[in-house]
């Protein structure tokens, strides 16, 4: 062949070759913004209404896992969660949220199917925009990110122990990421209603309240049938008063005092006007990070702690739903991450009675932290001691107030009949329920009690109260015999008028339930608490199962044992977090930044 056909051909094939590989990229290209334009996702609409990339992303399409950048444009064109709170729904109003300011990609979602994160908890129906593709979403791409981050101190999970570590640590001089698996902050500290205890503080003085450290250590040392670590509870009880005073330097407002189960005194501490503490505590401490420009990641799943040969914490691998799965470099490590009630394996594990039940925690709450902890070589104690809650709103997650009995209503079975002292412990209450037809209790209560408490109103709202004029019409509401229901009834009025229930011995009976309208709310015990966890210290060091701290490893929270014992007195569980997320933050920091040059 002469030469020149030669270089013709190959020059030809060179050709052929560049063109296939050009049109290859171009179809690529076409294939991708059509996955990136997906009918009925939120990029679409927005195209449709002439809104290019560039004004939801600006001039970089990179998503950072704090997903800040992409929710300024929305605020910018469709203003704050508080304004689009404004506009009413005629339902259920999913931007009036109970979960405090939380960013629009909570829920909508730019390029899949957006979700009502609300559902995750709630039974109500709800629509969101955008919700309209097909069912079948885009698998979370894993990325491999061999870039490193750097800090001094990693703090596994963003709910109030977490929170008050890094806030913490970053005050004693370290450099801290917060990282929380779930899109929103919180955790199970959001949903705290009750209030926080404290022995000796300011507060109790200011209303004559006499309490002591020592009483605070005895009635939990009580409450957990004596099985707790004591040197934990003195802290718990010594630096209590110190914890409130720290809340309230950093804004919070701890001015009402109550009184709960299990305590000698009123000593739990919460918002004037009795406000449920913990989307406060969680909206103050979101608001002192982001003052101090504290670096916290949500969807972000923390999947391993690393440690040296020599068996020191040197960071955790973490899956970001945008990031993919990276290494962040750290000193020390605070495990922060909560209980496992919401993990069903895992309780059934341990309890395989409580197989099947409801919880009334969030999502997140599945045990992480003890799973990492023990995969490199941590100790865990009480594993079994596992807290039920009786009064669940039967097939929801939402946990009915103790309240509600507390100020007057009842429990009765499917059959209309009393069957136990409404006011008892937990633990007998739920037995109790677990004992009766489809283990399904109801509270029965009145026009009344209804107006004594401003939270049922809130279950009202959410649809989980059936009412009747007349008590028959209750019966027939809930499908109960109307005449055990009334005779039952009967008897309890009775029982408040002579101050004596001789069948049940319930000790306090506030109201008569007289007053139409009538109510009934089904209940059923569900996981409530975890006491069990990671064995730590007095300065929250985990403890191997050498006996000796692993280096560099603390935690704080519900994800560690030894605090409550085989049960936790209502009010301890918010009060630990503060309490050990400071000691947390500041050993952790001192080990990383001082002891650790
Ligand atoms: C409905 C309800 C009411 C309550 N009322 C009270 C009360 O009135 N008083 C009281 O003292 N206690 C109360 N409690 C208990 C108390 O709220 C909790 O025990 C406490 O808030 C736990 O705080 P925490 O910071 O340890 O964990 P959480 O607040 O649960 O935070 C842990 C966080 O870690 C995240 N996480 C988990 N795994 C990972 C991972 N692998 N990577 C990254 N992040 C992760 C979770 O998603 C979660 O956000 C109540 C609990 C519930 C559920």
Redesign the pocket.
């Known amino acids: 062949m002469p030469k020149t056909s030669k270089i013709l051909i190959t020059f030809i094939l060179a050709f052929i070759f560049m063109a296939t590989v050009v049109w290859i990229a171009m179809a690529q290209q076409t294939q991708k913004s059509a996955a990136i334009l997906k009918p009925g996702t939120l990029a679409e609409i927005h195209k449709a209404k002439e809104i290019t990339c560039k004004q939801c992303h600006g001039d970089s399409l990179k998503v950072d896992d704090n997903e800040k950048v992409v929710n300024q444009p929305c605020i910018k064109c469709h203003g704050t969660l508080e304004e689009v709170a404004k506009k009413d729904k005629g339902h259920i109003n999913a931007h009036k949220s109970h979960l405090g300011e939380i960013s629009c990609t909570v829920c909508h979602y730019g390029h899949t199917a957006s979700k009502v994160y609300c559902l995750k908890c709630h039974g109500f129906d709800m629509q969101i925009p955008g919700s309209n593709t097909d069912k079948k979403e885009r698998q979370a791409k894993i990325k491999k990110d061999e870039a490193k981050d750097k800090t001094d101190v990693v703090v596994?999970?963003?709910?109030?122990?977490?929170f008050t570590a890094a806030i913490t640590a970053h005050d004693a001089g370290a450099k801290v990421i917060l990282?929380?698996?779930?899109p929103i902050t919180?955790?199970?500290?959001m949903?705290?209603?009750?209030?926080?205890n404290a022995a000796n503080t300011k507060i109790q003085a200011k209303k004559g309240v006499k309490d002591s450290a020592e009483l605070m250590f005895n009635d939990t040392m009580k409450g957990g049938k004596n099985t707790n670590n004591p040197e934990l509870v003195k802290i718990l009880a010594e630096r209590s008063a110190e914890s409130i005073d720290w809340l309230i330097s950093i804004g919070a407002d701890m001015n009402d005092l109550g009184r709960l189960a299990g305590a000698s005194v009123e000593r739990s501490h919460r918002p004037t006007g009795g406000a449920v503490?913990?989307a406060h505590l969680i909206n103050v401490l979101r608001k002192n990070a982001s003052d101090r420009n504290i670096d916290v990641r949500v969807n972000?799943?923390?999947l391993q702690i690393l440690r040296d040969q020599k068996g020191r914490v040197t960071g955790v691998q973490v899956e970001g739903k945008h990031r993919g799965i990276y290494i962040i470099e750290a000193k020390a490590v605070i495990v922060?991450?909560?209980?496992f009630s919401a993990n069903a394996t895992m309780v059934e594990s341990y309890r395989p009675e409580f197989k099947g039940m409801t919880t009334?925690?969030?999502p997140?709450?599945?045990g992480?932290?003890i799973k990492l902890g023990e995969t490199i070589g941590a100790q865990v104690i009480d594993m079994k001691d596992i807290q039920i809650h009786p009064t669940i709103a039967a097939g929801s997650k939402i946990?009915i107030t103790e309240a509600v009995r507390g100020n007057g209503a009842i429990l009765v079975n499917k059959d209309g009949k009393r069957f136990v002292n409404e006011l008892t412990t937990r633990d007998a209450a739920s037995a109790a329920i677990l004992k009766q037809r489809d283990k399904v209790a109801y509270l029965i209560f009145d026009e009344n009690i209804r107006k004594s408490l401003k939270q049922i109103e809130g279950y009202i709202h959410l649809e989980l109260v059936k009412e009747g004029q007349t008590l028959k019409e209750l019966a027939s509401a809930v499908g109960m015999p109307a005449d055990n229901l009334e005779a039952t009834i009967e008897a309890y009025n009775k029982a408040f008028d002579t101050k004596n229930d001789e069948e049940f011995k319930r000790p306090n009976m506030p109201r008569p339930i007289r007053t139409p309208k009538f109510y009934a709310i089904a209940v059923q015990p569900g996981i409530?608490?975890t006491m069990g966890g990671l064995k730590i210290d007095g300065l929250t060091r985990v403890i191997g199962k050498d006996g000796k701290p692993i280096e560099g490893l603390f935690a704080a929270?519900?994800?560690t044992g030894g605090v409550h014992g085989a049960n936790r007195l209502?009010?301890?569980?918010?009060?630990e977090?503060i309490t050990f997320g400071r000691i947390a933050g500041t050993n952790a920091a001192r080990y990383a930044v001082k002891d650790n040059k």
């Open positions: 596994i999970g963003a709910g109030a122990a977490g990282l929380e698996k779930q919180g955790g199970n500290s949903l705290a209603a009750g209030g926080m503490v913990g972000s799943n923390v922060a991450s909560g209980g009334s925690n969030q997140g709450a599945t992480d932290g946990l409530h608490y929270g519900e994800v209502g009010g301890n569980s918010i009060s977090t």
